[in-house]
Nanobody, 115 residues
Framework: QVQLVESGGGLVQPGGSLRLSCVAS????????MGWYRQAPGKQRESVAR???????DYGDFVKGRFTISRDTAKNTVYLQMNSLKPEDTAVYYC?????????WGQGTQVTVSS
């Protein structure tokens, strides 16, 4: 079992940046594929960024180089660096360990991009 706690969300203007953190407890982050997913009201959940256990990364098509997922195994933390934010990035962002079907989820952190 792993517990995940996200933080770092907030209100930011278009073009701004945020860094989300996901602190894991109960297991090491490198024991799971990790990912960031997001969901806005009225929209389906979508994958933002994922990292395999080996450290390979992939991103949603909408990211277009703006976001970076990383991990710090010493701190047992996964990060999502978000740059050049757009209003359509507004959503609750969730940290995931082990995949979206059978894995584990954090409580989410709200990201709002607005002028």
């Amino acid at each position: 079992q792993v517990q995940l706690v996200e933080s770092g969300g907030g209100l930011v203007q278009p073009g701004g940046s945020l860094r989300l953190s996901c602190v894991a407890s109960g297991s090491a982050v490198n024991m799971y594929a990790m990912g960031w997913y997001r969901q806005a009201p009225g929209k389906q959940r979508e994958s933002v960024a994922r990292m395999t256990r080996a450290g390979s990364r992939d991103y949603g098509d909408f990211v277009k180089g703006r976001f970076t997922i990383s991990r710090d195994t010493a701190k047992n933390t996964v990060y999502l660096q978000m740059n050049s934010l757009k209003p359509e990035d507004t959503a609750v962002y969730y940290c995931n360990a082990g995949g979206p079907i059978a894995g584990y989820w954090g409580q989410g952190t709200q990201v709002t991009v607005s002028s």
